[in-house]
Nanobody
Framework: VQLQAFGGGVVQPGGFLSLSCTASGSFLSINSMHWYRQAPGKQRELVATITSSSITNYADSVKGRFTISRDNAKNTVYLQMNSLKPEDTAVYYC????????????WGQGTQLTVSS
């Protein structure tokens, strides 16, 4: 299973950007999908989660600004990021819990978001 992330870039504070991540390969189904981020010198942190039934959860730092969604037909998860702040600058990683005979976790390659004026 491969996860391919797209959409990073440089954005001014207050701006917006959307990330996407598509899973490909052989599997029975995708359970939960997640976005994590890792800023320089910091640990990777969970930003947002969406379950197979589209229940969502967010880190306090992004609530009200970020929206996670998924398209099951396309095996794709999205992260819409609004009102971006410099502290949102990080490498963003997608993660998916994929069902084979059991659940396995897979990571995408990471995409850089820089929020700067």
């Amino acid at each position: 299973v491969q996860l391919q992330a797209f959409g990073g870039g440089v954005v001014q504070p207050g701006g917006f950007l959307s990330l996407s991540c598509t899973a490909s390969g052989s599997f029975l189904s995708i359970n939960s999908m997640h976005w994590y981020r890792q800023a320089p010198g910091k640990q990777r942190e969970l930003v947002a989660t969406i379950t197979s039934s589209s229940i969502t959860n967010y880190a306090d730092s992004v609530k009200g600004r970020f929206t996670i969604s998924r398209d099951n037909a396309k095996n794709t998860v999205y992260l819409q990021m609004n009102s971006l702040k410099p502290e949102d600058t990080a490498v963003y990683y997608c993660n998916a819990r994929v069902l084979h005979s059991a659940l396995y976790g897979y990571w995408g390659q990471g995409t850089q978001l820089t929020v700067s004026s």
